[in-house]
């Protein structure tokens, strides 16, 4: 069993930043990958970020291409968003994904993932 844990949210004014960290304890090995994923106040849960641990590849929503940036430890236990020039239309709560054997199409698909995090919230006020 995965078991994800986020920390980093918090509040922050408009231009600020903010890094996320999610730590996946339990990880299976192989074709695993982890993403990162937001759900505003009334509002569908969208895909953010994600990186495929084999290969390295990352993959990023069109809406944060730029101002986001995804990353793994060496020991790909932990992946981190560094959020950079947050607007106010990125406050959400920020969940954390992960799931194994994810083909590229999949990738931004929430439906793929078989584990989450609890979410963290975080709060850009203009």
């Known amino acids: 069993q995965v078991t994800l844990v986020e920390s980093g949210g918090g509040s922050v004014q408009t231009g600020g930043s903010l890094r996320l960290s999610c730590t996946a304890s339990g990880r299976p090995g192989g074709r695993f990958a982890m993403a990162w994923f937001r759900q505003a106040p009334g509002k569908d849960r969208e895909f953010v970020a994600a990186?495929?641990?084999?290969?390295?590849?990352?993959y990023y929503a069109d809406s944060v291409k730029g101002r986001f940036t995804i990353s793994g430890s060496n020991d790909k236990d932990t992946a981190f968003l560094q959020m950079d020039r947050l607007k106010p239309e990125d406050t959400a709560v920020y969940y954390c994904a992960a799931g194994m054997g994810l083909i590229t199409s999949s990738m931004r698909i929430g439906g793929a993932y078989n584990y989450w995090g609890p979410g963290t919230q975080v709060t850009v006020s203009s």
């Open positions: 990186i495929r641990w084999s290969g390295g590849t990352l």
